[in-house]
């Protein structure tokens, strides 16, 4: 039976279904535990550069960890303040754009022929007297709300009256939401720490992790395996190098750019 191509082929689409289904379920673990590994295998060659200037290597991994502190504690009270001024000055540029006196009001007023169509549905006011269009139509849009509201209210006054009976359950669902967003940042402060704690731990011991998978490794296509993944090894370092210093230059060239040119908003933009 075990010799039967099928019963292999189902077995083999079962373990995989198996494994999938496993991922999934440990997803929450698994995920910081990847990149805890991305961030090991990433400042891996960091580390070594320090060790050769005889630095030893815990020591070089808690350099590492005090400057990726350093960072994240700093960015935060040097562009966060920045980010919400610019972000007040943004809404209130939008919000006097609606201002009466011009902007899109004022634009809109002009382009479009709301003085027409007020004539023309016969909602213009007797008389010579001038008179604001948008005005007239606000007046003549509420009222038509105000109309089927009130209808609504006579006709489901009953309702209404016991929609008290109800409100205890949209107090619970307001703690249920306050326990969930507590719960959601414990959950997020274990991941972090998890984080940290395995990537300072595989940082540390990144090179004798990696020996160990090699002896692992059948003798006769050790050194073949070897090579190809140290080919792949080398592509890939490049390929994220690469990636990280134009993203930066860019982010640099851009905010200087922004910033020289006047641009409001530059930050945030």
Same mark, same amino acid.
């Given at each position: 039976?075990?010799?039967?191509?099928?019963?292999?082929?189902?077995?083999?689409?079962?373990?995989?279904?198996?494994?999938?289904?496993?991922?999934?379920?440990?997803? &929450?673990?698994?995920?910081?535990?990847?990149?805890?590994?991305?961030?090991?295998?990433?400042?891996?060659?960091?580390?070594?550069?320090?060790?050769?200037?005889?630095?030893?290597?815990?020591?070089?991994?808690?350099?590492?960890?005090?400057?990726?502190?350093?960072?994240?504690?700093?960015?935060?009270?040097?562009?966060?303040?920045?980010?919400?001024?610019?972000?007040?000055?943004?809404?209130?540029?939008?919000?006097?754009?609606?201002?009466?006196?011009?902007?899109?009001?004022?634009?809109?007023?002009?382009?479009?022929?709301?003085?027409?169509?007020?004539?023309?549905?016969?909602?213009?006011?007797?008389?010579?007297? &001038?008179?604001?269009?948008?005005?007239?139509?606000?007046?003549?849009?509420?009222?038509?709300?105000?109309? &089927?509201?009130?209808?609504?209210?006579?006709?489901?006054?009953?309702?209404?009256?016991?929609?008290?009976?109800?409100?205890?359950?949209?107090?619970?669902?307001?703690?249920?939401?306050?326990?969930?967003?507590?719960?959601?940042?414990? $959950?997020? $402060?274990?991941?972090?720490?998890?984080?940290?704690?395995?990537?300072?731990?595989?940082?540390?011991?990144?090179?004798?992790?990696?020996?160990?998978?090699?002896? $692992?490794?059948?003798?006769?296509?050790?050194?073949?395996?070897?090579?190809?993944?140290?080919?792949?090894?080398?592509?890939?370092?490049?390929?994220?190098?690469?990636?990280?210093?134009?993203?930066?230059?860019?982010?640099?060239?851009?905010?200087?750019?922004?910033?020289?040119?006047?641009?409001?908003?530059?930050?945030?933009?």
């Amino acid at each position: 039976v075990v010799k039967n191509p099928w019963v292999r082929a189902g077995a083999a689409l079962g373990a995989v279904i198996l494994t999938l289904f496993l991922i999934y379920l440990l997803s &929450p673990v698994l995920v910081p535990l990847f990149f805890a590994f991305l961030v090991a295998y990433v400042l891996d060659p960091v580390v070594d550069a320090m060790e050769r200037r005889k630095i030893p290597r815990q020591r070089a991994v808690a350099l590492l960890a005090m400057v990726g502190i350093t960072i994240l504690l700093a960015l935060p009270l040097l562009l966060v303040p920045s980010l919400i001024t610019q972000a007040d000055g943004l809404i209130r540029a939008a919000s006097e754009g609606f201002d009466q006196s011009g902007g899109v009001y004022q634009w809109v007023v002009d382009r479009l022929p709301l003085r027409g169509f007020v004539e023309a549905v016969g909602w213009a006011p007797e008389g010579d007297e &001038p008179y604001d269009p948008m005005d007239v139509i606000a007046v003549h849009v509420a009222e038509w709300v105000r109309g &089927p509201a009130v209808e609504f209210l006579r006709s489901h006054a009953a309702q209404i009256a016991t929609a008290g009976q109800t409100a205890g359950a949209g107090v619970t669902s307001f703690l249920g939401s306050v326990a969930g967003f507590f719960l959601g940042t414990l $959950l997020f $402060l274990g991941n972090l720490a998890l984080f940290s704690f395995v990537a300072a731990y595989l940082l540390r011991d990144y090179d004798g992790i990696i020996a160990e998978a090699k002896a $692992l490794l059948p003798g006769p296509y050790r050194d073949k395996v070897s090579g190809i993944f140290a080919k792949i090894d080398s592509q890939l370092r490049g390929f994220l190098r690469g990636q990280f210093i134009v993203a930066l230059c860019l982010g640099g060239m851009y905010t200087i750019g922004l910033i020289i040119g006047g641009v409001p908003f530059a930050i945030l933009i």
